[in-house]
């Protein structure tokens, strides 16, 4: 029987059961009760909050309606929850919603050094970053150590003492050391960080001598692990923003560029007036910022320096490393730069870039916080002097959460050993020029940001490699394994020998019950040879048969190293 729209229509027609008039009246409740509930929430929407009250001891506390107001919540996590608007869209928008990863999911560092820059920088940031966390100490001193675990909530038995560093290579839990050394011993300890298989961040300067830097290079290409250098400045958006200005030619060509770091630091016993531990004095500690943020900005290499160096005589600071250096670089677009630094003077941190129609200037450009950026421009008859007001942005923050990026998607950093290699041969240049007396000429670089890694030329180079494919692709024949054994860093390395030589090379963690060939994963070729490294994803462990017939069907089907495939 055809169900009645209303009770009054089957009244109507007389002709009603129990159970219809019973489902008919049910529903019509329903709808009205509904109705009414949803008039009433339109009500508490538009009616004004009214202030009910909470009895508590102390007298009456106001009680308000705890609601949610509209938010989007994407369900990718690296995409931030967007809140209703509380701004005008005239007004300047805020920094970005933080978009953490979940603690699991980021990159765990160790720390290298509890010094002032740990301390009162490195480990706060760490607190704040979205994809990296402390996991690890290493110091000399127990106590102090101690202290500071209990600080981060860092476990006891995460806690290394100097003598005990190369034990991290069994930690799991720490991806990254970060090295905040003196200067001197920048080399040693991530030589030694990358054999434990850990990747690099390091302190700048990157060390003492262009050997040493060469020898980190190597070291971490070896052991196919990451290396950055920690230059803060390149990461932090108002010196990034001078260079985007530069490089858009806002102001039009570029002549030149004055800059100075200096301030007046004491204490003599400390390692910065030794030279073994500190390299040199201003130059490589404060007048480097000088030095690599110029580069950053123009994005191109020096090729003459010339500079003079003072030391106040009978002054204690300075027996072993400099004062006081000014040094003229000049680079292949014709802008000249003009820089100084100096361990003798007030505090200032600045530099200004002077081109055709207008100035941009940094003042402070170099400390961690406070960075103010002006430029100037005329316009008729006014000449129009803007301050540029961006917020601030934890440098250290900004630079670990880059490099815990590189780390988990496998990207070469923006500021890569190379970035410090190049200071550091600069640096030596400038030494030269003061104590020959005379400019040095540096080797010409004509390529852009030469250096330094921009997305732009990693994904073609990329590209380039995934077309032309391995340059010495040996016959897809596997030969047999020249060696496996365990190594001095823990990591058990291969040889895979073919008939005109060694032509694989890697490592891969540990020996163990075989897994299905899904999770093995060859990650990446580096330069001119073909060199497979495996890992075992999510710590499973890979038997040496698996890996011949692997790496086999890996040259059978001619698979691309950069690929990212699973198989
Ligand atoms: P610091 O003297 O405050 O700390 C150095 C740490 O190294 C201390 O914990 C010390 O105990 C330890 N250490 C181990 N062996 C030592 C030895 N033989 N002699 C002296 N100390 C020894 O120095 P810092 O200011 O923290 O600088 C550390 C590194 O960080 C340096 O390479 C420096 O150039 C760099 N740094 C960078 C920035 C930046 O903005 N990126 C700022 C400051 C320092």
């Not at 434990?196 to 020898?215: D, R």
């Not at 958006?237 to 490089?247: A, D, F, I």
């Not at 104590?435 to 004509?446: N, Q, T, V």
Request: hydrophobic share 35%.
């Amino acid at each position: 029987m055809k169900p009645f729209d209303s009770i009054t229509e089957a009244i109507a027609v007389n002709r009603l059961s129990r159970s219809q008039f019973l489902a008919t009246a049910g529903r019509g409740l329903a709808i009205g009760a509904m109705s009414s509930a949803l008039t009433s929430c339109a009500k508490q929407v538009a009616q004004p909050v009214t202030a009910q009250t909470t009895p508590t001891p102390n007298g009456p506390v106001p009680k308000l309606p705890a609601v949610s107001p509209p938010a989007t919540v994407p369900s990718d996590p690296a995409k931030p929850i967007e809140l209703e608007p509380i701004k005008a869209k005239t007004e300047q928008k805020n920094p970005p919603t933080p978009t953490p990863l979940p603690p699991g999911q980021r990159v765990g560092y160790a720390v290298v050094g509890l010094g002032h820059l740990t301390l009162d920088e490195i480990l706060p940031a760490l607190s704040m970053s979205k994809k990296s966390k402390i996991v690890a100490l290493v110091s000399g001193s127990p106590e102090k150590m101690k202290k500071v675990a209990e600080q981060y909530g860092v476990r006891n038995d995460y806690c290394y003492s100097y003598a005990d560093y190369d034990r991290l290579k069994d930690n799991k839990d720490v991806q990254v050391i970060y090295i905040v050394l003196p200067n001197g011993m920048h080399a040693e300890y991530t030589v030694r960080g990358a054999q434990a298989g850990k990747h690099i961040l390091c302190e700048k300067p990157m060390a003492n001598t262009v050997a040493e830097c060469q020898t980190m290079i190597d070291a971490c290409k070896q052991a196919n692990v990451k290396l950055m250098i920690a230059y803060r400045i390149q990461y932090e958006p108002y010196n990034r923003k001078v260079r985007e200005m530069v490089q858009a030619n806002q102001f039009g060509k570029v002549k030149s560029i004055v800059a100075n770091n200096g301030q007046n630091s004491d204490n003599p016993k400390h390692w910065r007036f030794n030279k073994a531990l500190a390299g040199g004095g201003s130059l490589p500690d404060v007048g480097l910022y000088c030095l690599n943020t110029i580069r950053f900005v123009l994005a191109e290499e020096p090729t003459e320096v010339s500079a003079m160096i003072h030391s106040t005589p009978g002054d204690p600071r300075f027996t072993e490393v400099e004062e006081q250096v000014n040094w003229l670089m000049k680079f292949p677009s014709g802008v000249q730069a003009s820089c100084a630094t100096s361990y003798g003077h007030h505090d200032d941190k600045s530099y200004r870039v002077l081109a055709d129609t207008g100035w941009i200037k940094m003042d402070p450009a170099f400390p961690y916080q406070g960075l103010k950026l002006m430029t100037s421009q005329a316009q008729g008859k006014e000449n129009q002097v803007i301050e540029h007001d961006m917020g601030q942005k934890n440098h250290f923050m900004a630079e670990m959460d880059h490099f815990s990026d590189c780390v988990q998607n496998n990207k070469t950093p923006f500021t890569p050993g190379e970035e410090g290699l190049q200071d550091q041969k600069i640096m030596e240049a400038i030494y030269q020029s003061a104590r020959e007396g005379r400019p040095i000429k540096l080797a010409k670089i004509d390529k852009k940001d030469a250096f330094r890694h921009t997305a732009r030329r990693r994904v073609a180079a990329d590209r380039r490699r995934t077309r032309q494919g391995p340059p010495d692709l040996p016959p897809t024949r596997v030969g047999r394994i020249g060696r496996a054994s365990p190594c001095p860093t823990g990591q058990n390395r291969f040889e895979v020998w073919s008939g005109n030589g060694i032509f694989e090379y890697g490592k891969f963690r540990g020996f163990g019950p075989q897994v299905p060939p899904r999770y093995l994963r060859h990650r990446c070729w580096s330069g001119a040879h073909y060199d497979h490294t495996q890992e075992c994803h999510q710590d499973q462990s890979l038997s040496l048969g698996l890996l011949v017939l692997w790496t086999a069907w890996c040259r059978e089907n001619d698979l691309r190293p950069d690929s990212g495939q699973d198989h």
